[in-house]
């Protein structure tokens, strides 16, 4: 890992997706997972704040990155509730089949490099008739929009992590196999079209 990666990178991904608008959107969304919680991409650990401690038991926090878990040292600090790091990728998910009640995506499938491999890798630990929650953002609906996240897709993942402007997130998510059942798309108000269209919603795992 990079110097820029372990070091700058952390900082500027925490500054971009704890914008206030964004936190709202994450506000709207965490507190609905219940029991045993994989989050995948736990990043900082900005989300823990939203987490409703009288619904959640244990909350695994999945992040590879090394910087990433060290900027989540304040957070876990002031943590509401349990949580146990596993430091692998989102293709590598150390946890039983049918262990968790709930899995949390925010912000992390742009990211992950093989996403179908990841996806899978929650569906198997997730139990039946249990909830994916997500919060992406990804490919516009819009034409105009669309063709500048392919353009500028190529350049803007080397500098951001791997982050892919122009994933269809629901399309992924139905693709693994999950049964989206709440979905929403918006714009992140004051943030480029480009980079602010937003998936949100809940999935089932019908298995």
Not at 86 to 97: C, F, N, Q, R, S
Not at 143 to 153: A, C, F, K, P, Y
Not at 163 to 185: S, T
Not at 193 to 198: E, H, L, S, T
Request: hydrophobic share 40%; net charge neutral; glycine share 8%.
């Amino acid at each position: 890992m990079s110097f820029y990666e372990d070091r700058i990178l952390p900082h500027i991904i925490d500054r971009a997706c704890s914008m206030g608008q964004v936190m709202k959107l994450r506000s709207h969304v965490v507190p609905n997972a219940k029991g045993t919680v994989l989050e995948v991409g736990m990043g900082s650990a900005i989300n823990l704040q939203f987490y409703n401690p009288d619904q959640v038991d244990l909350v695994y926090g999945l992040e590879p990155s090394e910087g990433m878990r060290r900027k989540a040292q304040p957070n876990l600090s002031r943590s509401p509730v349990k949580v146990e790091w596993l430091d692998l990728p989102g293709e590598k998910i150390p946890l039983a089949d049918n262990s968790v009640d709930t899995v949390l995506l925010t912000f992390t499938l742009c990211t992950i490099p093989d996403w179908h491999a990841a996806l899978l890798q929650m569906k198997r630990v997730l139990k039946p008739g249990g909830e994916l929650l997500f919060l992406e953002h990804g490919e516009s609906h819009e034409h105009s929009v669309r063709t500048w996240q392919h353009r500028i897709t190529p350049g803007w993942k080397k500098l951001a992590g791997g982050c892919h402007l122009n994933r269809h997130i629901a399309d992924l998510i139905r693709e693994a196999g999950f049964d989206i059942v709440e979905l929403e798309n918006l714009y992140v108000p004051k943030t480029p079209k480009i980079a602010g269209y937003i998936y949100k919603g809940r999935a089932v795992n019908p298995a």
